[in-house]
């Protein structure tokens, strides 16, 4: 008995190792070949000898010779789990202590127990219409960082600068959402768009609307009130 023990003891120490190695010299490949793409992390996938890449912000999955991607969702059929997709949610975590919140405009709603922490360009029209759906969302507390993408929306930046420099500029920022009402000109005030820009690159935010949840998680797109409640009481 003890010799079998023994045996599986290595066997599983053997195994080990040898997915260690595997996994870095898919690393090694991985840096070698494509210097250019940050690779964040890399991890055993269910399939044998395939491994979980998470690299330019999605996930592939690839050998350790590193020469072909799979790209897609893995999904558990019996268990009706999109694996790709929760993995995503996990890698794409955020410490949301280490956000500057002096960057954001504060909106608090009741007792403001729950919190959002949310990238929003003035003249994104999915950014509009989430802005309606948590119009009618209660106790929560939104950190809203002004977020103007100009490459699509040209006017967004100023659009953004004259709400921060509203007297109201959360009241300011639904104005115009909502009720597709202009700011009110202002005198020019200092603003925290261009670091908002900065911050969203470091946190690979590619798209608007995206927001975080207190655990970190992050929501991508227009989302209806529902759908925000229900994520906001599953971290509660």
């Not at 055993?44 to 050998?63: L, Q």
């Not at 929003?120 to 009618?136: M, T, V």
């Not at 960082?145 to 007297?167: D, E, M």
Request: with cysteine; aromatic share 8%; hydrophobic share 35%.
């Amino acid at each position: 008995m003890k010799i079998r023990l023994t045996a599986l003891l290595f066997s599983i120490i053997g195994f080990t190792a040898t997915a260690h190695a595997d996994i870095k010299t898919l690393q090694q490949n991985l840096k070698a070949q494509y210097p250019e793409i940050p690779v964040k992390s890399v991890n055993p996938s269910p399939f044998k000898d395939i491994y979980e890449v998470y690299m330019g912000g999605r996930i592939v999955y690839t050998d350790e010779t590193a020469k072909y991607f799979l790209v897609g969702n893995l999904i558990d059929v019996k268990g009706q789990k999109n694996i790709t997709e929760q993995r995503e949610q996990i890698l794409k975590r955020i410490d949301v202590k280490t956000l500057p919140l002096d960057q954001a405009i504060k909106h608090v709603k009741g007792k403001g127990e729950r919190v959002l922490y949310l990238f929003s360009d003035p003249d994104c029209p999915y950014c509009q219409k989430l802005e309606k759906e948590l119009a009618k969302v209660e106790n929560v507390t939104i950190y809203l960082f002004l977020y103007p993408i100009t490459g699509l929306h040209p006017n967004a930046a100023n659009v953004a600068r004259q709400v921060w420099c509203s007297k109201d500029p959360y009241q300011s920022w639904q104005d115009y959402l909502i009720h597709q009402k202009k700011p009110k000109k202002t005198a020019d005030c200092t603003t925290p768009v261009e670091k908002n820009i900065q911050l969203a690159n470091q946190l690979q935010i590619s798209g608007t609307p995206t927001f975080f949840l207190s655990d970190g998680s992050r929501i991508s797109g227009a989302r209806s009130a529902s759908d925000i409640e229900r994520l906001l009481n599953a971290v509660k």
